[in-house]
């Protein structure tokens, strides 16, 4: 519960950026630059804090940086889910054929480091923030396919199922009204833990290069820009970098409490 209350925080920020900052994330104050938050010698509450090395409000591009990173995780874990539910729901059902190509893909996928296939995808579309959503989404479908086909597995040999087909109820009916809706608990879990993964790819792509772009406010990207100044404004990178961490570790703590809520023999039941 602490996770979530995190979570609605920095939620918070990010619907509410516009209203919560007095300036734009671009904009350029060239007379503030690496300005030091108002805590140190030289700040003040103009820029409460303090301002990068082209002079532009730190506060505005963290707030803004959350509407980027979290929205890209949203989007990842919603395509993700769709596409790997869609799949891993097939391979279950069907087997045969289907299952041995769908799991094909998942072993050539999960053969390589998750890190490594997404800039080899983004290498090839090319640098930019869809292309790197395209990327990471790639990497984190086998997690969803796994999890789903397994539950389909298991849903598929019940009673209930027989009885839905001893009516006759076709393929699609089955799979959307009798075993998908059985299956959700594990993929509602998967999903929570797959987004810290997604918001701490797509900032490891900001951070090579191959995500955001200047001067979008990603906190992958600003963790890169600010490498020069680690020593002498060390608030460029502790900000950010302390804004990625507690985003992704409440979402792993909500994560495993979904789990132990919805897992019976983790209950003890």
Known sequence: MKGVWVLIFFAVLALLAPLLTAYSPDQVFSSHALQPPFFMSGGNFTHWLGTDDLG??????????????????FLIVAVSLVIGGMLG????????????????FVDVVMSLPSLLLAMVVVAILGPGLLNAVWAVTVVSLPGYIRILRAAV?????????????SFGASHFYILSRSIGPNCLAPLIVQATLGFSDAVLNM????????????????????LSDSRAYMESAWWLVTLPGLSLLLVV??????????????DPKLRGL
Do not use: C, H
């Not at 532009?56 to 995780?73: E, K």
């Open 153 to 165: 597995m298991g849903e598929k040999s019940k009673d209930y199922v027989k009885a839905t087909e």
């Open 89 to 104: 729901l097939l391979a279950g059902y069907f087997g045969g054929w289907v299952d041995r190509m769908v799991l094909r």
């Open 203 to 222: 900032a490891a792509l900001g951070f090579l290069g191959l995500g955001a772009q200047p001067p979008t406010p990603e906190w992958g990207a600003m």
């Open 56 to 73: 532009r409000d730190l506060w505005s591009r963290i707030v803004f940086g959350a509407r980027v990173s979290m929205g890209l995780g």
């Open 249 to 262: 570790l409440t979402f792993n703590l909500v994560g495993d409490g979904l789990r132990d809520r919805l």
